[in-house]
């Protein structure tokens, strides 16, 4: 199931990021990727044909890749679910014994998946394959079935669970496949960098010594010159401010400093994967609005990394006086050493293909950079600077030093428990434990539940 690549028809969420034309470029490599797999799976199967069902201008007449084992077809009328029952019934009135539908969003699927695919289909009804936004990549199914797309809301995160429910009502049951991500927006675009192949001209060449310093920002016009302008001078950066939707001036200010500004979902997870993915840099810095980098920041970073550290950080400090703060300070810097965990306003920074052959950070509505410095160390050492970055106390000032440690520990407490992190959000959402509505300090779109050093 694809559209025919046109520039500002395929791919919308994406033309923000890379433009319409962009946009059109990806969806064309992503499908071509998807009838490569296709042929090769059809090729390996002799029991497996491969239709095309398309919607767009004529399949002959555009770049719409190759498959030569594949019948294009146009798709039926009607909303996603009906186009996919359409395709469903005429492949089975057509002799077909199953069917299995994916789009061409998802460059993770492999001839292995779509094996299995076809051995979970002899012991249930429905295959489905999870997708990280709430929908799904595949569906499998032996025989059609109107009902299964009905009350379903696409294109939101509700779709894989309606489907679930449907099939239950249904008395349907059910196989699921890995999860894997859809790419639908820019946070996404990680997956496409970290597979390299097939994406070249799509998104941005590493340019080598260049550093990408990536900035998550959310109404943070107050405190970014300041971070900033220490950068400007450095040669061979480039300085990306991601966004969750500034009202402020954040925006126009980044532009006008001489920054890259790339819209984003927000959320800093979202909003630090979608700067890491559009960076040309050969290494990459992840900062906080309001921290402020030691004048060595640069010659320090390489130093760690020569020493075939898979990523480092800088001491931490907070520029605001008080007993409280200091034992704030020493604690995180301690952790820092004997855990490896630096988390927070720390500065962290790694080589870019590091970066995306880890998988980048999980777009979760909390806890993304705790987990993601956990599974950082299971590829390598990290590194602890002995400069120090300055990060604002704002956050301490404003809700005490206390308090806001006792959140943050709770965070870990229950992270580490196996609470989820959307149930850890909700909860102290609820609880109105922090409020704040910088993205450099909260992972919660629009709730501002903060994660901060303790």
């Not at 770049?63 to 009607?78: F, I, P, Y």
């Not at 997870?269 to 840099?281: C, D, E, S, V």
Request: proline content about 4%; glycine content about 10%; hydrophobic content about 40%.
């Amino acid at each position: 199931m694809t559209r025919i690549p046109k520039a500002g028809r395929v791919k919308t969420r994406l033309i923000p990021a890379l433009g319409a034309e962009g946009a059109a470029k990806l969806h064309a490599a992503l499908l071509a990727n998807t009838l490569r797999l296709a042929e090769r799976h059809s090729s390996q199967r002799s029991d497996v044909d491969v239709d095309v069902r398309f919607t767009g201008q004529n399949s002959e007449s555009s770049d719409a890749g190759h498959c030569s084992k594949a019948v294009w077809l146009e798709q039926h009328e009607g909303d996603l679910g009906e186009r996919m029952h359409g395709a469903i019934s005429t492949a089975i009135d057509e002799g077909a014994q199953a069917v299995t539908v994916i789009g061409t969003d998802c460059p993770q699927l492999s001839t292995e998946t779509l094996d299995r695919t076809w051995n979970l289909l002899e012991q249930h009804d429905v295959v489905l394959g999870p997708a990280d936004d709430g929908g799904y990549y595949l569906l499998a199914v032996k025989q059609p079935d109107a009902r299964l797309f009905e009350r379903v809301t696409w294109g939101t995160g509700q779709v894989l669970g309606q489907t679930l429910d449907r099939c239950r009502e249904l008395g349907k049951s059910v196989g699921l496949l890995p999860p894997l991500s859809d790419i639908d927006v820019a946070e996404n675009l990680i997956v496409c960098r970290r597979i390299g192949s097939g994406f070249e001209g799509c998104l941005p060449e590493v340019h080598p010594g260049l550093l990408s310093v990536v900035i998550p920002t959310l109404n943070e016009a107050a405190q970014l010159a300041a971070t900033v302008r220490p950068l400007l001078s450095e040669p061979e950066c480039e300085i990306i401010i991601a966004d969750g939707g500034s009202t402020d001036g954040t925006t126009e200010l980044a532009r006008e400093l001489g920054c890259r500004v790339v819209k984003a979902n927000r959320g800093r997870g979202k909003q630090l994967n979608a700067g890491a993915a559009l960076a040309r840099g050969e290494s990459l810095l992840f900062l906080h609005a309001d921290t402020q980098l030691p004048a060595s920041f640069r010659s320090e970073m390489q130093s760690i990394l020569d020493t075939g550290a898979i990523a480092g950080a800088f001491r931490f400090r907070i520029d605001q006086p008080g007993w409280p703060l200091r034992c704030i300070e020493f604690g995180t810097n301690l952790r820092t050493r004997l855990l490896q965990l630096p988390y927070g306003d720390q500065g962290l920074f790694l080589r870019s293909r590091d970066f995306f052959r880890i998988g980048g950070f999980r777009n979760w509505p909390i806890m993304e950079d705790f987990e993601f410095c956990r599974r950082l160390k299971t590829a390598g050492r990290i590194a602890i600077a002995t400069s120090t970055a300055l990060t604002s106390g704002r956050r301490w000032k404003r809700l005490g030093a206390v308090t806001t440690t006792l959140t943050n520990q709770a965070c870990v407490a229950m992270y580490c428990c196996g609470v989820s992190p959307e149930r850890i959000s909700r909860l102290y959402t609820g609880n109105r434990v922090v409020r704040d509505t910088a993205a450099t300090e909260t992972s919660v779109p629009g709730a501002g539940v903060s994660f901060q050093d303790s």
